[in-house]
Antibody, heavy 120, light 111 residues
């Protein structure tokens, strides 16, 4: 069974940094493309970014609002996905979900999410 | 970015009655491999989104057959043949022919 467990959220001041983690199990992490999706309170879903598998180059893509501030990385030895959030703004306040899937359904499996609140 | 537009934004349905949600994309979602990269999700209250439909019309594992997807190019539809109480929540369409984008969501409630 695919399991994705996010952690690392919390209250952070504007301009601050935070690192989120997503512990993955139940599938071959090294072969998986991984993504982050966020949801501001009471709002819809916004794709944040993704990282390809190492075999597919391990490269990353980001949504325009976070490009240059957020960085996605992965640790194959720990089967863990990371999201480094820098230069946080109030509009980054959201639940951050870790997701994965396959070629046919890239965002099939979701974690429960971790809440990031950016406020002074 | 491809813009996904859903209508209606909210829907109140009597149990046992059908429901339909439309999703339009600002560009065609048909890729050169012949596949169309359109997905439907349901986010039940207090839960993470769950995949219902992938590539326009394929039900994901465990999804009841009362859910069906159709469409092509830029116009897509999710249909629920007979709405049940457990179907309440917000439905989202998503495209992944380019970097993924979601529709605004359609809130479905039971009358």
């Amino acid at each position: 069974e695919v399991q994705l467990v996010e952690s690392g959220g919390g209250l952070i001041k504007p301009g601050g940094s935070l690192r989120l983690s997503c512990a993955a199990s139940g599938f071959t992490f090294t072969n998986a493309w991984m993504s982050w999706v966020r949801q501001a309170p009471g709002k819809g879903l916004d794709w944040v970014g993704r990282i390809r598998s190492k075999t597919d180059g391990g490269t990353t893509d980001y949504a325009t609002p976070v490009k240059g501030r957020f960085t996605i990385s992965r640790d194959e030895s720990r089967s863990t996905l990371y999201l480094q959030l820098n230069g946080l703004k109030s509009e980054d306040t959201a639940v951050y979900f870790c997701t994965t899937g396959s070629n046919s359904y890239p965002l099939a499996y979701w974690g429960l999410g971790t809440l990031v609140t950016v406020s002074s | 970015d491809i813009v996904m537009t859903q209508t209606p934004l909210s829907l109140s349905v009597t149990p046992g009655q059908p429901a339909s949600i439309s999703c339009k994309s600002s560009q065609s979602l048909l890729y050169r491999d012949g596949k169309t990269y359109l997905y439907w999700y349901l986010q039940k209250p207090g839960q993470s989104p769950q995949l219902l439909i992938y590539e326009v019309s394929n039900r994901f594992s465990g999804v009841p057959d009362r859910f069906s997807g159709s469409g092509s190019g830029t116009d897509f539809t999710l249909k629920i043949s007979r709405v049940e109480a457990e179907d309440v929540g917000v439905y989202y369409c998503m495209q992944s022919i380019q970097l993924p984008t979601f529709g605004q969501g359609t809130k479905v409630e039971i009358k």
